[in-house]
């Protein structure tokens, strides 16, 4: 099956840095990537959609200004969260669309971020 | 309003079968999903329905009706590395996925 990557798989930072994360479709072209993030025993919240060069589309409750989204081509999409913060803590996960055709979302391996 | 419902926990005993319920109310439906996923990994995909009826692939079966807005992702002998969350997700009308709570499913011996 198609096959995601992430980088780095964990991270820790101090507050107020700026945290890159990488998501990369191996042996698709991913039309469009979704970031999640998930905390502790929940489920998996969408935080945006990002469509290869154009600007993502963010969920409700989700700062634009905060998680930068960039999808220059179809295998790479990252994520930064600017100006980290304790609260920022979490699991975060892309998927990617394009592989499987229309339907199926091929998960990335996760990134966990843990801001002291 | 969207919504996806299925049980926060089942438990079960290694070699037995165990069924978990998925329903949902969704603006259009563009097929179902089941995906697993252990602590502390991402989900994994298990399966697809966007026809009605019983989709087997190994140990695992998912089945769906439409019509009665329900699916259920079956289990048979279970094993203890079958221990782990399973995820009921919807596609919309606009081909984004509606996620379920989960399903924790803990194995006993």
């Known amino acids: 099956g198609a096959v995601v990557s992430q980088h780095p798989s964990w991270v820790i930072c101090k507050s107020g840095t700026s945290v890159k994360i990488e998501c990369r479709s191996l042996d698709f072209q991913a039309t469009t990537m979704f970031w999640y993030r998930q905390f502790p025993k929940q489920s998996l919240m969408l935080m945006a959609t990002s469509n290869e060069g154009s600007k993502a589309t963010y969920e409700q409750g989700v700062e634009k200004d905060k998680f930068l989204i960039n999808h220059a081509s179809l295998t790479l999409s990252t994520l930064t969260v600017t100006s980290a913060h304790p609260e920022d803590s979490s699991f975060y996960i892309c998927?990617?669309?394009?592989?499987?055709?229309?339907?199926?979302?091929?998960f990335g391996p996760g990134t966990r971020l843990l801001v002291l | 309003g969207q919504n996806i419902d299925q049980p926060t926990e089942m438990t079960a005993t290694e070699g037995a079968i165990v069924q978990i319920n998925c329903t949902y109310q969704?603006?259009?439906?563009?097929?179902l999903f089941w995906y697993q996923q252990h602590a502390g990994e991402a989900p994994t995909f298990l399966s697809y329905?966007?026809l009605d009826g019983l989709e087997e692939k190994g140990r695992f079966s998912s089945f769906l009706s439409r019509s009665k807005g329900y699916s259920y992702l079956l289990l048979k002998e279970l094993q203890m590395k079958d221990s782990a969350s399973y995820l009921c997700a919807v596609m919309d009308s606009n081909y984004q996925l509606i996620w379920g709570a989960g399903t924790k499913l803990i194995i006993k011996p």
């Open positions: 329905n966007v």
């Open positions: 969704t603006s259009g439906f563009n097929g």
């Open positions: 998927s990617a669309r394009g592989g499987g055709g229309k339907e199926t979302q091929y």
